[in-house]
């Protein structure tokens, strides 16, 4: 039985798990997207939006907290310097999943993920979206109050 079981272990030991999902932490960080299966990346995402969520108040302890997780000083100090000014008012959701599709040797479903706040490209799609729907609409024209003159009692 599989009661309470939440994490998906990804075929692999939880030491193998543990370096699989840092390194990719990692890559995401440095890079702020990455291209991998989806399972991986539906792990990455319970794995780092805590140490996302972490990283907004910059004190040592929290640094040493991080860098326990992702045992890499520079993908920390992109985390604690970058990344945290840019999601400071954004309370969750601080990455993105985009599906690919099948992945041609194996067929594996394919996704990318991506830091929502560092996609150039996306936000100026939507920003242009918005600009589009700016026009004022029209307003439908009031029906005539009875036009006999009649008392609508």
Do not use: C
């Not at 992702?70 to 969750?92: C, D, S």
Request: hydrophobic content about 35%.
């Amino acid at each position: 039985m599989r009661h309470r079981v939440t994490d998906n272990h990804l075929g692999r030991t939880v030491n193998h798990r543990a370096s699989l999902l840092a390194n990719l932490s990692n890559a995401l960080l440095i890079h702020k997207r990455i291209r991998t299966t989806l399972p991986k990346a539906k792990a990455l995402r319970k794995y780092i939006e805590p140490l996302i969520t972490k990283s907004k108040s910059d004190t040592v302890h929290s640094r040493r907290t991080v860098f326990s997780y992702l045992q890499n000083k520079y993908a920390v100090k992109e985390l604690f310097t970058q990344i945290a000014p840019e999601i400071m008012e954004r309370p969750g959701g601080y990455t993105r999943i985009l599906k690919l599709g099948p992945r041609q040797g194996d067929a594996a479903e394919m996704a990318l993920i991506e830091l929502v706040d560092f996609n150039e490209f996306y936000d100026a799609k939507l920003g242009a979206s918005k600009q589009r729907s700016a026009k004022p609409r029209r307003r439908r024209k009031k029906k005539a109050a009875n036009p006999a003159g009649e008392s609508a009692q």
